[in-house]
């Protein structure tokens, strides 16, 4: 199963995550991912991510100076990306749960036919 498949859905609350903690715009969130072992995350990927929860309100962007060269645009979690989070988190947890019991009480049975 290729990764990308699992991370449908996923990558909106880890991007919402990163958001939430950090004073961060595009570039350096696709770096952040990657240093959490998101590799095959490019630009390509995140940015249309970004425009879909600008859309939806769950973020913001504010153009602001920058040292190192041109203006950039920092990404802000909104109030309804924090309630989105929570929610988010809640289904997460207890989707993790349900597939770790499966795999736990499964584990005897071989993964070949």
């Given at each position: 199963?290729?990764?990308?498949?699992?991370?449908?859905?996923?990558?909106?609350?880890?991007?919402?995550?990163?958001?939430?903690?950090h004073k961060i715009y595009g570039y350096e969130l696709v770096?952040?991912?990657?240093?959490?072992?998101?590799?095959?995350?490019?630009?390509?990927?995140?940015?249309?991510?970004l425009q879909k929860l600008e859309k939806m309100n769950l973020?913001?962007?504010?153009?602001?100076?920058?040292?190192?060269?041109?203006?950039?645009?920092?990404?802000?979690?909104?109030?309804?990306?924090?309630?989105y989070l929570m929610q988010f988190d809640a289904q997460w947890?207890?989707?993790?749960?349900?597939?770790?019991?499966?795999?736990?009480?499964?584990?005897?049975?071989?993964?070949?036919?």
């Amino acid at each position: 199963m290729k990764e990308t498949q699992l991370l449908k859905g996923v990558l909106d609350g880890c991007v919402l995550h990163i958001i939430a903690n950090h004073k961060i715009y595009g570039y350096e969130l696709v770096q952040k991912l990657k240093q959490y072992g998101f590799d095959t995350i490019v630009g390509g990927t995140v940015y249309p991510l970004l425009q879909k929860l600008e859309k939806m309100n769950l973020i913001e962007g504010k153009i602001e100076k920058s040292l190192d060269g041109p203006d950039r645009k920092y990404l802000y979690i909104t109030p309804e990306g924090k309630a989105y989070l929570m929610q988010f988190d809640a289904q997460w947890l207890a989707l993790v749960g349900r597939v770790a019991e499966i795999i736990k009480k499964e584990d005897g049975e071989s993964y070949e036919n």
